[in-house]
DNA sequence: CCCCGATATTGACCATTGGTCAATATCGGA
DNA sequence: TCCGATATTGACCAATGGTCAATATCGGGG
């Protein structure tokens, strides 16, 4: 290995400290709660040794947040190969979006971090596009399995568009999961398992867009327990009580 | 009028001023793009005067978020005095939410900023507390046009509680404006009317529900022509096509 | 093994800004 | 008009994101 091929790797290792170590602060702390000081400190470098990688603070979070939706865009893919009904196959992505809220704790909060503030405009052009490049992933692969519905007949396909109904099913996800950080709003709707509630909001909504077979004609419990051996055999989170009938 | 009386009128006066220019630097340019030093010299007073009547720029801010929440929550109690079929009544609290996000543009980004951040515990005990009556009158609000739902047999009480389907309304309302915001999604999902998607996400969490009459089986159009004529005659914007049949 | 130019790393320093408080101005009654 | 009380101010402080001249490290050639 050359001189100069051991250097990028080095560079490569050094990012990725400090990737993994932002990651923890946000996580556990949000994006006030600590500096660029503290972390320079966490992976024993200099603050300005940070700057040689990331171009603001909300660049190196950006970052972050990039790394985890690439996660949740590899198992949107995994869930993807999941076999059965469009809506069965549907199902095996919101599976995948509660296996990753479940292994990423509190992750959503970042998520939303982006949403907010003038984050965005203060990231590198790069990474504003890698992340919307993760994001349009998981879209589209959402995207497929509903226009798939269209052409299967499963899903009506005269009053909306394929865009539509995806749009609904993120909204549908996104909300009820932004919802359920809430404590208040836990606490009023008497909340107790949120994964729960977030997969019950997504079998509605399917319900609503007319997706068969409906909630009540199919055992999805046994769709779900299909999807957990053939798909991800290695689940973190134990399934809730069913919302099947 | 005594002294002291008219002292507390102008103080009143005074944070009301702020209040409104806050707001409007709040809209326009998020939370970091602008800093007390100006908001003092747009109401003409110093800043340390804005400190007598917040805790913190954090306090100030939701502050202005409360009020705002509160108008929202007036228009959910308008709109609850609406009359008929228990659907068409929950309709008019989504109208008024639709209302509220029309004369309120990008007061989402607002609400936004709530979630994120450590904003909560920088706010004063007494308007954290302000916030969350306001939030929980709206809950409320929708959450009685649910009870009486389930009490005359429009919709299902067997598979799940009044808190839930309250929940289940709520989250993907703020899910479809949250993701309305976002210029990506709305080009990728080919959003042109946020309002329309929203009412129509809306609808189908309705029939999702099996909240009768359904969409297809009702004129859903010929409610929201009453609804403005009796509760709403003021409404700022237009009404899209209609999602019914 | 040493030397030196190139490269990598550092942390003192800067600018911004939320927040404080001693100094000052204003008020209103005697 | 004067004085004590109250209201207002803006210079100042501390924290922190970001910069860059100074320093340390590296590695190849002699």
Known sequence: MSVSERKVQERAAREELILGHARGFLLR?????????????????????????????????????????????????????????????????????????????????????????????????????????EGARCFRLVHEIVKEGMRAGDLPHDRMT?????????????????????????LVAGIDDPIRTVRQNQDLMCDGLGWRPLLADWDYSATDARLRREIFPTATWCEPVTTAG
């Open 29 to 133: 702390r949000g994006f006030q709660d600590w500096n660029m000081e503290q972390l320079a400190g966490a992976v024993n470098y200099a603050k300005g040794t940070l700057y040689l990688h990331f171009e603001s603070k909300e660049d190196l979070c950006l970052a972050v947040a990039t790394r985890a939706l690439r996660e949740r865009a590899d198992l949107f893919e995994r869930a993807s190969r999941f076999t059965g009904r469009t809506r069965e196959r549907i199902r095996a992505i919101g599976f995948a979006c509660c296996e990753f809220a479940c292994s990423h704790p509190d992750y959503f909060k970042v998520e939303l971090m982006l949403k907010s503030a003038s984050f965005w405009e203060k990231a590198t052009e790069t990474r504003r596009q890698a992340h919307q490049m």
């Open 162 to 186: 394929s865009e539509s109904v995806t749009f609904a099913l993120v909204a549908v996800t996104v909300g009820s999961h932004i919802m359920s950080l809430e404590p208040a709003m836990k």
